[in-house]
């Protein structure tokens, strides 16, 4: 026991060592005292002119030298001491990163649901909400793994339960992946907590045969055969948002599937910067450059591969498919996991725009209005439900739909 304590203490002062030696090496330490100033603006709220301290650490961690090296450094440290719980993030047994989420009532999210249902209602717009899943389907998991409680699938429950006795329609994306057989983590990465490229694409096909089904679309479902996409499969790839807070050493690098359609597609796609690009599905809608060995040497500072499809952001967004011709529009007011399903959607429907509340400073009801708009499918992963409990979260407003 002694050993093992004058073992970590050496390490400590290693590091330590390393760290201050850097600093003065470089230009980090410069953004000291910034980061005491915004720390005390932050607190008293007095100076609106003082950088915010998510801004200066950036700077700071930007600046310092060894940055990749300590971080590969303490996730190995970290996984050999069988830590595993660091930056926020839980690392389950099976290798997987995952979050833990508090239990909430359901009811803001189910009366503005209500409220926005009303409104289309009046205007003979159809709604859908789909669910998508975290990466595990049974809140037990996380308690028999971690100890911990986590109530993201008692919340979705619940809140289901909610939209059935209010006559609202959805799907249940746990349902989709269970009944194929597979673990629930099969769906999605180790080191991200978004979906996969595959997983997206199932979820479009799953839209795709809802909105035939329920909504009065001719929607040819042979078009997502798997025979009809071409799949380029890279090894080790790439880091994703989670792993990178706790390092390649820690839970290893990231496999990834670019899938492409084999067959004819023209695209016409535009989004809210003004930027506007045709051409075929792998020519718009992936930005395959981001795959480039040149654009990865740095697994830290990379752009996230999920981004690369869609990487023009959801925020607002138009994706016209110039071949099909049934001329319905869908909203689809989303989240993040939409980058990989809004693209294998769009290939059996003519065009689809996108909002996602967060960062959208408009008004909902006027940009459906504006843009006569026939459904609005609000497609969020089962986390969003209970965000707006935290008044300080990114997702606050994300059932905002006003």
């Given amino acids: 026991m002694y050993n093992m304590i004058l073992e970590k203490r050496m390490i400590s002062k290693i590091l330590l060592i390393i760290i201050v030696w850097g600093c003065i090496r470089s230009s980090a330490y410069s953004y000291a005292d910034e980061i005491i100033q915004s720390i005390i603006g932050t607190i008293t709220n007095t100076d609106e002119s003082i950088l915010s301290y998510e801004v200066i650490t950036t700077d700071f961690l930007n600046e310092l030298p060894f940055k990749q090296m300590m971080i590969d450094l303490n996730g190995y440290m970290a996984r050999n001491l069988n830590i595993r719980e660091l930056y926020g993030g839980s690392v389950l047994s099976n290798g997987y990163v995952a979050g833990i989420f508090p239990q909430t009532t359901t009811d803001y999210e189910i009366k503005n649901i ?46 289901l339960s909610k939209l059935k006795d209010a006559n609202i329609n959805y799907i249940d994306l746990r349902d989709t992946f269970t009944r194929m057989g597979d673990n629930s983590f099969a769906f999605f990465y180790k080191t991200d907590h978004h979906w996969s490229v595959p997983a997206g694409k199932i979820a479009a096909q799953e839209i795709a045969t809802e909105l035939n089904q329920v909504y009065g679309y001719h929607i040819d479902l042979t078009i997502y055969d798997d025979n009809k996409f071409t799949v380029t499969h890279f090894e080790n790839a790439w880091l994703g948002e989670q792993g990178r807070k706790l390092g390649a050493s820690f839970v290893g690098m990231e496999d990834y599937d670019l899938i492409v359609p084999n067959y004819n597609t023209d695209y016409t796609v535009l ?26 040497k740095d697994m830290y500072s990379a752009r996230s591969w999920h981004y690369s499809y869609m990487s023009g952001g959801l925020n607002q967004s138009t994706v016209i498919n110039n071949l099909c011709s049934e001329k319905k529009k869908i909203l689809i007011v989303g989240d993040s996991f939409e980058q990989v399903t809004v693209p294998f959607l769009s290939l059996g429907v003519s065009e689809i725009h996108t909002l996602i509340l967060r960062n959208y400073e408009g008004s909902l009801r006027d940009y459906i209005d504006d843009n006569d708009i026939d459904i609005v499918i609000i497609a969020y992963v089962a986390s969003m439900i209970g965000e707006h409990d935290d008044e300080a979260s990114a997702n606050y407003k994300m059932f905002d739909f006003q």
């Fill in 114 to 159: 209500l409220e926005l249902k009303s409104f289309l209602d009046e205007r003979g717009i159809q709604l859908l909400y789909v669910n998508e899943p975290t990466k595990y389907f049974d809140d037990n998991i996380i308690q028999e793994d971690i100890g911990k409680k986590s109530y993201v699938n008692a919340n979705t429950d619940l809140f």
């Fill in 271 to 296: 989004y809210g910067d003004g930027n506007i690009y045709s051409g075929t599905f792998g020519e718009v809608l992936v930005s395959q450059e981001l795959y480039l060995p040149e654009r990865n």
